[in-house]
């Protein structure tokens, strides 16, 4: 396993493979009309919540707690009010289920 992985990761550093990945995204971008810069983010965006799932699934209750805890001792300053945050919120959820829908259609998701 740990072979296959390093494999992939000197695969992923050949420039081909990167400007074969990077051509890949722009056609899929143009051919559902969206941004390349979309396509990295919806995907990544899909990665983080596989990963957060999988993390709630396999994580005793009191772990999740006390993760609850820390993250609410960490203080971030926000420089939105809470409407503002909905509405980027509300707007990412849609764009995200848009590209969705765009990549299901061709097979891709």
Same mark, same amino acid.
């Given at each position: 396993? =740990?072979?296959?992985?390093?494999?992939?990761?000197? $695969?992923? #550093?050949? /420039?081909? @493979? #990167?400007? =074969?990945?990077? +051509?890949?995204?722009?056609?899929? =971008?143009?051919?559902?009309?969206?941004?390349?810069?979309?396509?990295? %983010?919806?995907?990544?965006?899909?990665?983080?919540?596989?990963?957060?799932?999988? $993390? @709630? +699934?396999?994580? =005793?209750?009191?772990?999740?707690?006390? %993760?609850?805890?820390?993250? +609410? #001792?960490e203080q971030v300053d926000v420089n939105y009010t809470?409407?503002?945050?909905?509405?980027?919120?509300? /707007?990412?959820?849609?764009?995200?289920? /848009?590209?969705?829908?765009?990549?299901?259609e061709l097979g891709v998701v």
């Open positions: 396993m =740990a072979s296959d992985v390093e494999k992939i990761v000197k $695969l992923f #550093q050949k /420039r081909e @493979t #990167q400007e =074969a990945f990077g +051509e890949w995204i722009v056609q899929l =971008a143009r051919k559902i009309h969206e941004r390349p810069e979309d396509i990295v %983010w919806f995907f990544e965006m899909k990665r983080l919540m596989n990963e957060i799932e999988k $993390l @709630t +699934e396999s994580i =005793a209750d009191e772990e999740l707690e006390q %993760w609850e805890e820390e993250l +609410e #001792q809470l409407e503002e945050l909905m509405e980027i919120g509300k /707007r990412s959820f849609k764009k995200f289920k /848009r590209i969705e829908a765009k990549l299901r």
